[in-house]
């Protein structure tokens, strides 16, 4: 068995290297959410313009992560890693000290550029550096940064916005990347360069383009309208720019930006697919149960935090134990028994009330965290082991980039079924409320400030309504995510996979 590790020794220590810098990065995507309000009073800016701070992080990643392979060969993955937390570090540091909004939306693109390369070049070192029959465990512990931080996020950033200072969201992320870039020059090894070529320099401005319209049209949609002509136009762009992509990467570019010829692995594929499913249903609870806790029950940033907290030590409990299972069975048994736990528990959420126990909601985001940590690693191991150890960086930031494109679809897509149905709610409910109703002269009699009250009553009824069906939604479409799991199979070889790939073309 072609074995691909690159540490001598014990490659524990270079897994929790690569760990420390991964958490960082998709912490940074969520920490900052809470802090919006604060931030707003601070600069005395607007929500639009203090909501470029989340935004340009966001479409910054998307647009970097493309890159990410090229510069893997072309550098080596140790390197650039280094590169990448140093500039992250530079960045939080801007960040802290900004002096106005505007800077601060600079210094989120600049935390952006190194955060964007550390998640797929962290993946394809640990790749490059555990055998491929360790390689379950290894991604568990590693998979802990990619569903954790974004459960901790708020929690860490509303402790520190309520009883710290708001600026300390950026500021703990210099030491920790100091030491971890000093970790990094001590412990991780030094990977062997493949080729890297010439830069494909269509494909990263069309890949760029098209990323960058795609996300912010997702991003903004809601708010501007998905009728407007400015999102309209967006989509356009977005669909004909990575339209150009792929035709350009399959047929033009001799050097591709991304291979995307690493689609013809079924396992790969069929992963893939499983992900982006999974990501519509975890940002179902992520964005929704906070909106819920916090406008329609009262609770802090913290304590909503507090609340989300035990799902996601539950993702962390399991996940290690999902990567053993992996080692021992395979991805499908996981992966499929994952995926129902995880749509039973976002199908609990349809029996949500306005005086639901919140130790229920806790139960409930428990029994998805457990499912999610059984589900998602195996899928995204097993479709990453048929893949060519040449082909890894590139196949790496695909993952990625398929991960924050189902990111960003599935808060905009849930989000506008929720208003929907929040306005047909409304009217429905409202409906009843007229001025024959045998309560009508008795809300009259009190006044103007019963009816204001009456009228936010009826929006939160609906609102709650609304949200019941969205989570019903998002179960159904876990489910789906079943179909694809099946075809995920555990590849120890993928060069011998790959080998015999090209001797039937």
């Known amino acids: 068995m072609a074995q691909n590790q690159e540490v001598s020794g014990s490659w524990g220590l270079a897994l929790a290297v690569t760990v420390i810098g991964a958490f960082m990065a998709i912490l940074d995507s969520s920490i900052v959410n809470v802090a919006i309000p604060h931030i707003m009073l601070v600069f005395g800016a607007s929500t639009q313009s203090v909501q470029w701070i989340v935004t340009i992080y966001l479409l910054a990643l998307g647009v970097v992560v493309p890159l990410s392979g090229w510069l893997s060969d072309r550098v080596g993955m140790k390197q650039l890693y280094i590169a990448s937390l140093v500039v992250f570090t530079f960045g939080s540091a801007l960040s802290a000290i900004s002096p106005t909004l505007s800077f601060l939306i600079v210094a989120r693109v600049i935390q952006a550029v190194g955060g964007g ?5 962290t993946m394809s070192m640990v790749y490059r550096m555990v055998p491929r029959d360790r390689i379950g465990t290894a991604m568990g512990f590693w998979g802990l940064s990619l569903l ?21 969201i950026f500021t703990i992320n210099i030491p920790i990347g100091i030491l971890g870039s000093m970790a990094a020059f001590a412990w991780l090894p030094n990977f ?31 708010a501007w309208g998905w009728g407007a002509e400015s999102i309209v136009f967006f989509f356009y762009a977005a669909v004909v720019a990575l339209g150009f ?22 396992s790969y594929t069929a992963s893939i697919i499983a992900s982006v499913i999974i990501n519509v249903g975890m940002f179902s609870a992520l964005f929704f149960v906070p909106l819920f806790l916090q406008n329609l029950r009262g609770l802090s940033p913290f304590d909503t935090g507090l609340a989300m907290m035990p799902g996601a030590l539950a993702t962390g409990v399991m996940m290690p134990f999902a990567g053993r299972i992996y080692d021992r069975i395979g991805p499908v048994i996981p992966g499929v028994v994952g995926f129902v736990v995880m749509a039973y528990g976002t199908f609990l959420f349809h029996t949500m009330t306005a005086t639901v126990p919140i130790s229920l909601i806790v139960s409930w985001m428990v029994i998805r965290g457990l499912g999610m940590g059984l589900c998602m690693m195996p899928l995204m191991t097993g479709g990453m082991s048929v893949v060519p150890i040449a082909m890894i960086p590139r196949a790496s930031a695909v993952q990625n980039i398929m991960q924050r494109i189902a990111g960003s679809f599935g808060i905009a897509i849930l989000t506008s079924v929720m208003l929907n149905q929040q306005g047909a709610y409304a009217s429905q409910i409202s409906s009843t409320l007229t001025a024959a109703s045998p309560m009508a002269p ?34 159904a479409l876990l489910l789906v995510a079943v179909i694809p799991v099946l075809f995920v199979r555990r590849h120890l070889n993928p060069d011998a996979e790959a080998a015999g790939l090209a001797m039937v073309e």
């Open 117 to 121: 390369m550390i998640m797929p070049v």
């Open 148 to 168: 954790l931080a974004p459960a901790l996020g708020p929690t860490l950033g509303g402790y520190l916005v309520q009883y710290v200072d708001w600026r300390w």
């Open 192 to 222: 062997t360069h493949h080729p890297a070529g010439r830069l494909d320099w269509l494909g990263a401005i069309s890949s760029a383009t098209g990323l960058f319209f795609l996300l912010f049209a997702f991003t903004e949609g809601q």
């Open 245 to 266: 992509f792929v035709v350009w990467e399959l047929y033009g570019a001799k050097q591709p930006l991304l291979d995307l010829r690493v689609f013809r692995y079924g």
């Open 442 to 475: 008795s809300i009259l009699a009190q006044g103007p400030n019963l009816l204001v009250q009456l009228w936010q009553e009826v929006q939160g009824l609906a609102l709650i309504r609304a949200m019941d069906n969205v989570f019903v939604l998002a179960a």
